[in-house]
């Protein structure tokens, strides 16, 4: 399977805090994306990432990626209670014209 | 601008019942489309993808089907409901295979 793997399954911080939350997968990809998810709700588009860049950056979003650990980290600075959500990892494979999604990290910001 | 809307937003069906869950998308045309089930506290598993009218690819066997009888219409449906199809079913759509996808608010099911 190439589904990703969301590393830790559960953050919680202070608001102004940074929050980072890793990604790996298994087989080669064209594009990684993180999506957003608030309880209860469909799932938002955040960033896309193309396997030949290695970073982008998006507001208060740092996403980078390493194709030879196969491995992805999404940064949120100065974190706010509004950040709170599931935040998900999906890859489309090389090949593939789909994409797989981890299992997301549940972030928590307190006030 | 692109909206997808599906409906209806929670559903409590028995063992047995059958299930229509429709998603229509306004805005855009010859959307690729999608069904993910995501089961609680878990990531989402692709059911059924779709590149046009009539085009179906099933990613996981089970007693699911779907259809797509317009453009930008996508339906999923059970003839008998099973507990284990209980979940949040959302469903997507993107421009470009591998691309962004937008997704749906989801739709709650519960089977009893």
């Known amino acids: 399977s190439q589904q990703g793997e969301e590393d830790p399954q559960a953050l919680s911080i202070q608001e102004g805090e940074n929050a980072t939350m890793n990604c790996s997968y298994k087989?080669?990809?064209?594009?990684l994306q993180w999506y957003r998810q608030n309880s209860g709700r469909g799932l938002v588009h955040l960033i896309l990432?193309?396997?030949?860049?290695r970073e982008k950056h998006s507001g208060r979003l740092r996403v980078t990626l390493d194709t030879s650990k196969k491995s992805s980290s999404l940064l949120i600075t100065a974190s706010r209670a509004a950040d709170t959500a599931s935040y998900f990892c999906?890859?489309?494979?090389?090949?593939?014209?789909?994409?797989?999604f981890g299992k997301g990290t549940m972030l928590l910001v307190s006030p | 601008s692109q909206t997808i809307h599906q409906w209806p937003a929670t559903l409590v069906q028995p063992v047995g019942s059958p299930l229509s869950l429709e998603c229509t998308v306004e805005?855009?045309?010859?959307?690729?489309l999608y069904w993910y089930r995501q089961a609680a506290g878990r990531g989402l598993q692709l059911l059924f993808y779709?590149?046009?009218?009539?085009?179906i690819s099933s990613e996981v066997p089970q007693n699911l089907s779907a259809s797509r009888p317009q453009d930008r219409q996508f339906i999923l449906s059970s003839k008998k409901l099973l507990l284990s199809d209980s979940g949040f079913y959302l469903c997507?759509?993107?421009?470009?295979?591998?691309?962004?996808?937008?997704f749906g608010p989801g739709t709650r099911l519960t089977v009893l």
């Open positions: 805005g855009t045309s010859n959307p690729n």
């Open positions: 990432i193309r396997s030949n860049e």
């Open positions: 779709s590149v046009g009218i009539g085009q």
């Open positions: 087989t080669s990809i064209n594009n």
């Open positions: 999906a890859t489309e494979g090389s090949g593939y014209s789909t994409l797989t």
């Open positions: 997507a759509w993107s421009g470009l295979a591998g691309r962004e996808q937008f």
